[in-house]
């Protein structure tokens, strides 16, 4: 069965910081990676993903994560943080295209002037 | 891009009544749509796998005669929570494949809905 552990329950940076969210994954096989953002009662948006070739990809609003095998991870990374950034994180795996994906308990992230 | 609609957004109800929350995928067909649940501050935890033309799929924990799904098209599917209590209080949320993605860069990435709070006084 897979897993995904978000190891950060809340994180707090200044803006015009660097960011990094942390995510490891259990699963056999190579997964299918997801990071989502969620503003307060609101659904969830796609920031990227990740199911084959290069390692580091790009997503909406300047976000890139790196999936690292060796350490099951997929660290979610911004070069510098912007006040609307403050939202709560989700990294998700999925076993394939098809099935649900399994979602981590979150990370919440503030931004400090 | 792909718009998933839920409706209603939030709702108040007594407790012993029933509530139905409806997903509506607008610009995709989605022969499979999964329900997630959302308490406080806390992740999704999957409920069931709704499937167009067929029976829901529940999740372990999950009572089926509570949360009964519906799926009768391929752009909607319902969820009804029968004879609610405060316990259901919480965040609902769908998602959605558009069927017609099914490899690519497009694999894999389910599209949400806004949420539907549900408050059971």
């Known amino acids: 069965a897979q897993s995904v552990t978000q190891p950060d329950i809340h994180i707090t940076v200044s803006e015009g910081a660097s960011l990094e969210l942390r995510c490891n994954y259990s699963?056999?096989?190579?997964?299918?990676l997801f990071w989502y953002v969620q503003s307060p009662g609101q659904g969830l948006q796609l920031l990227l993903k990740?199911?084959?070739?290069?390692?580091l990809v790009q997503g909406i609003k300047g976000f890139e994560a790196e999936f690292k095998r060796s350490q099951s991870s997929f660290n979610l990374r911004k070069p510098s943080v912007h006040w609307s950034d403050a939202a709560e994180y989700f990294c998700?795996?999925?076993?394939?295209?098809?099935?649900?994906?399994?979602f981590g308990k979150g990370t919440r992230l503030s931004v400090i002037a | 891009g792909a718009v998933v609609s839920q409706h209603p957004s939030w709702v108040i109800c007594k407790s012993g009544t029933s509530v139905k929350i409806e997903c509506r995928s607008l610009?995709?067909?989605?022969?499979?749509m999964f329900w997630y649940r959302q308490f406080p501050k806390q992740s999704l935890m999957l409920m069931a796998t709704?499937?167009?033309?067929?029976?829901?799929?529940?999740e372990q924990g999950v009572e089926k005669d509570k949360f009964l799904i519906n799926h009768a098209s391929l752009t909607l599917s319902t969820l009804t929570v029968t004879s609610a209590h405060p316990e259901d209080s919480s965040f609902y949320i769908c998602?959605?494949?558009?069927?017609?993605?099914?490899?690519?860069?497009?694999?894999?990435?389910?599209?949400f809905g806004e949420g539907s709070r549900l408050t059971v006084l």
């Open positions: 998602s959605a494949r558009d069927r017609l993605r099914g490899s690519g860069e497009n694999t894999g990435e389910l599209f």
């Open positions: 699963y056999g096989a190579t997964p299918y």
């Open positions: 990740y199911f084959s070739g290069d390692t």
């Open positions: 998700a795996v999925g076993a394939n295209g098809n099935t649900p994906l399994v």
């Open positions: 610009d995709f067909q989605a022969t499979t």
């Open positions: 709704s499937n167009e033309g067929s029976k829901a799929t529940y």
